[in-house]
């Protein structure tokens, strides 16, 4: 199984890997040594669709004779660009991926010999000429296990805002909101089974109880989610929220963070831009990079030190020089500790792809530089700043293999380290209590400590 792009989709790669080993499958350590390769794609970039679509070029080069299934958010743009003779076996778009769920050999055509002169699109799902699901009931992907160390937590799909320069409500469709009950559970199992720090995440957590009212909204299940979890685990385990929009930052926002002490003290923010006109041009006119700045200041009155990370996209349509000086003003005005910063991507079927004053490329480039830089000198400022901390507790990406190989992780504030090597007893995924004893170019270097 190959997939690219958010949480969510690797979400709901892990519930359809521990379907298909309920119906018989073993996986392989290898393309070349699989019988069925699932590709599951994205969309938010144009480089995230040519990544699924050479890994399929290259797949159907190195295995010709085993079944390709190519889903996911650009499933279909990846099915129409491909050159001839570069077939797969099953198309399944984004609206149709739980489908997945069920043995993927009674979903596959009969074996066929391959075309060479042309695409051969087989197995094709019912309505594959839409994107959007035709309801918005919540699809029924759960996991009971994780590839890595930090679990998804999956509780809303969907999205309705529709930003000028997201493909993303095209391809997932109306909001579906998982109930509350479900995400309690799933998160007490993957407690119970060994995992100590879960990331409660979404396509658009905003948009969390929008299709049923009844269930609230993101900070009501946040608050349900805390207390049904800090009697047996407040001490032994940690949440972490994966984005944040700024206009979230209200004042129910910002009690909720206060109250919960599971949480993990950082949060990152859907920005996307530091210039208030440019973020109109984006659609996103309900917050202003004030938002932002007000709700900063209160969060330091509960999490003395937290760490901050945001999206950006630079060269959007019509953004001047202006416009990025705003940006680069914020930034250094606020306490970021890392960004995804994004060179504007037009994606087929949104509106800014259509816009007039399209960046050219080398300065789309340039301007997403100068603000990685800007972002890298906070970042290595905020990691000095640690070396002043006590004990962080970590959660270790990367198993102990018993060499001199240094294990990779992050803290609580979402900042990499690397340990020199691991404690002498300790259950894995536990919270490691670490020190920090210097800074490296790429990490935090820490050792173990022992607990407080």
């Known amino acids: 199984m190959l997939t690219f792009g958010c949480k969510v989709n690797q979400y709901e790669t892990q519930s359809l890997r521990e379907q298909w080993q309920l119906s018989g499958g073993v996986e392989a350590d290898s393309p070349s040594r699989a019988d069925i390769v699932l590709i599951n794609s994205c969309a938010i970039t144009a480089k995230a669709e040519r990544d699924a679509r050479n890994a399929l070029y290259r797949i159907r080069r190195e295995s010709p004779d085993c079944r390709i299934i190519l889903t996911g958010c650009s499933a279909l743009l990846v099915a129409e660009r491909l050159e001839a003779g570069h077939h797969f076996d099953l198309l399944v778009p984004q609206a149709q991926k739980s489908e997945l769920l069920k043995d993927p050999r009674s979903l596959l055509p009969p074996p066929h010999p391959r075309a060479q002169e042309h695409n051969t699109v087989q197995g094709l799902m019912p309505n594959t000429h839409t994107s959007s699901p035709s309801n918005n009931h919540y699809p029924p992907f759960s996991i009971k296990e994780y590839h890595r160390a930090r679990p998804v937590l999956k509780i809303t799909d969907g999205c309705e805002h529709r930003c000028t320069y997201c493909i993303v409500p095209l391809t997932r469709g109306k909001v579906s909101s998982r109930h509350p009950e479900d995400v309690i559970a799933e998160a007490r199992h993957l407690l119970n089974v060994g995992y100590r720090e879960i990331m409660i995440s979404?396509?658009?957590?905003?948009?969390?109880?929008?299709?049923?009212?009844?269930?609230?909204?993101?900070?009501?299940?946040?608050?349900?989610?805390?207390?049904?979890?800090?009697?047996?685990?407040?001490?032994?385990?940690?949440?972490?929220?994966?984005?944040?929009?700024?206009s979230?930052?209200?004042?129910?926002?910002?009690?909720?963070?206060?109250?919960?002490?599971?949480?993990?003290?950082?949060?990152?923010?859907?920005?996307?831009?530091?210039?208030?006109?440019?973020?109109?041009?984006?659609?996103?006119?309900?917050?202003?990079?004030?938002?932002?700045?007000?709700?900063?200041?209160?969060?330091?009155?509960?999490?003395?030190?937290?760490?901050?990370?945001?999206?950006?996209?630079?060269?959007?349509?019509?953004?001047?020089?202006?416009?990025?000086?705003?940006?680069?003003?914020?930034?250094?005005?606020?306490?970021?500790?890392?960004?995804?910063?994004?060179?504007?991507?037009?994606?087929?079927?949104?509106?800014?792809?259509?816009?007039?004053?399209?960046?050219?490329?080398?300065?789309?480039?340039?301007?997403?530089?100068?603000?990685?830089?800007?972002?890298?000198n906070k970042q290595k400022i905020f990691w000095h700043s640690l070396l002043a901390e006590p004990q962080m507790h970590i959660v270790l990406d990367t198993p102990d293999t018993g060499c001199n190989t240094l294990?990779?992780?992050?803290?609580?504030?979402?900042?990499?380290?690397?340990?020199?090597?691991?404690?002498?007893?300790v259950s894995p995924h536990a919270l490691i209590p670490t020190r920090p004893v210097g800074v490296a170019e790429e990490a935090i270097m820490v050792t173990t400590a022992a607990k407080t």
């Open 407 to 425: 294990l990779k992780s992050v803290n609580e504030w979402y900042v990499p380290c690397l340990l020199d090597k691991m404690p002498s007893v």
């Open 202 to 246: 979404g396509i658009n957590l905003r948009q969390y109880g929008r299709d049923n009212a009844e269930l609230g909204n993101f900070w009501t299940l946040l608050r349900s989610l805390h207390n049904a979890l800090e009697e047996e685990w407040g001490h032994t385990a940690r949440l972490r929220i994966s984005s944040l929009e700024p």
């Open 248 to 376: 979230q930052l209200d004042n129910q926002g910002l009690e909720t963070l206060a109250a919960c002490h599971m949480l993990c003290p950082h949060l990152h923010i859907s920005l996307q831009s530091g210039s208030s006109k440019v973020l109109k041009r984006m659609g996103r006119g309900h917050y202003t990079a004030e938002t932002l700045c007000h709700a900063t200041k209160k969060l330091a009155t509960f999490w003395p030190r937290f760490g901050l990370g945001a999206d950006l996209i630079m060269g959007f349509p019509g953004e001047t020089e202006e416009d990025v000086t705003e940006t680069l003003n914020l930034i250094n005005s606020l306490p970021f500790t890392y960004a995804h910063v994004f060179p504007y991507s037009p994606r087929p079927g949104t509106a800014a792809a259509s816009f007039p004053q399209q960046i050219p490329h080398a300065e789309k480039q340039s301007r997403a530089r100068q603000v990685r830089e800007a972002i890298e």
